[in-house]
């Protein structure tokens, strides 16, 4: 059934919806990662789907519950960006959530910080938190993934031009060891194969969050382009790369928001013990 979930309707028509089809799980996992993409271009725009879309369902599910419990478990994709751009290192989940600049990274912070509120309002419904890594995999398509295949934006004319003649663009990285940079990545199926996982194996009435990426070491600027066959162009000082991008990004090149920049120029991992 496809709804607007940031519609002021949209509790009601959610809570009908989860009565009538008897819901007892529910996995949250819309949001505007790609503004170009999605064509939620306005930050109000996209506040409006990410914050305030999953504060209505958290509404449904408060109301679903509110004289029996009938919803036992929701489940929340938060992301590792909510954490920042530049990490110490591999990091746990109390480790404090300081996003920077990038839209997405805030709205992520914003609306893990509000399932982890409403917990005690939803009448022993288990929340659980993935702070997932960034995914790839077949059928994934964002500009993270249009960055690291050196394709363009497809977004404005000069980019299709570009895209047109097979052009690839390079990885544009800040120089000097602080900025080397350590990336990991999750396999699209294997972050469903977990998701599925939790709904299967959740402890009743519990707020849980969970770090999730893929094993091994994480991968270098370097790796990245020597892995994707790109140039790796550095660049000498942090801020002329950080112009760059926004100049790039402002004449419809770059796949890559401006905003985004410092978790492209950033360093982080996450602590998956747990």
């Known amino acids: 059934c496809q709804l607007d979930l940031s519609q002021p309707d949209a509790p009601a028509q959610l809570e009908s919806l989860m009565r009538e089809a008897g819901v007892r799980q529910v996995v949250h996992l819309a949001f505007v990662l790609d503004p170009a993409r999605t064509g939620a271009l306005a930050r109000q725009r996209q506040w409006e789907i990410n914050v305030r879309g999953t504060q209505h369902l958290l509404d449904a599910v408060e109301r679903v519950n509110r004289k029996e419990r009938q919803v036992d478990f929701f489940l ?25 600049t990038y839209t997405y990274a805030l709205h992520k912070k914003e609306t893990d910080e509000l399932c982890r509120a409403r917990h ?9 938190i993935v702070r997932g890594h960034i995914f790839l995999g077949p059928g994934v398509e964002n500009f993270i993934v249009r960055a690291l295949q050196g394709r363009p934006t497809d977004r404005t004319w000069l980019g299709r031009w570009v895209q047109q003649r097979k052009w690839r663009l390079p990885l544009l990285l800040p120089g000097g060891e602080k900025y080397r940079g350590l990336y990991q990545f999750m396999h699209i199926d294997d972050a469903a194969r977990l998701m599925a996982w939790l709904c299967r194996n959740y402890e009743p009435g519990k707020l849980e969050i969970l770090n999730a990426q893929g094993r091994g070491a994480p991968l270098t600027g370097d790796d990245l382009g020597r892995l994707c066959g790109l140039p790796l162009l550095r660049v000498p000082s942090y801020g002329l790369v950080g112009l760059l991008y926004k100049f790039f990004w402002a004449i419809g090149l770059s796949p890559v928001p401006a905003e985004a920049f410092p978790y492209f120029a950033g360093s982080y991992v996450m602590n998956t013990e747990r």
């Open 76 to 100: 929340y994709l938060s992301s590792v960006t909510s954490y920042g751009p530049q990490l110490p290192g591999p990091v746990r989940e109390d480790h404090p959530q300081q996003p920077h």
């Open 120 to 128: 005690p309002r939803l009448n022993g419904c288990a929340v659980y």
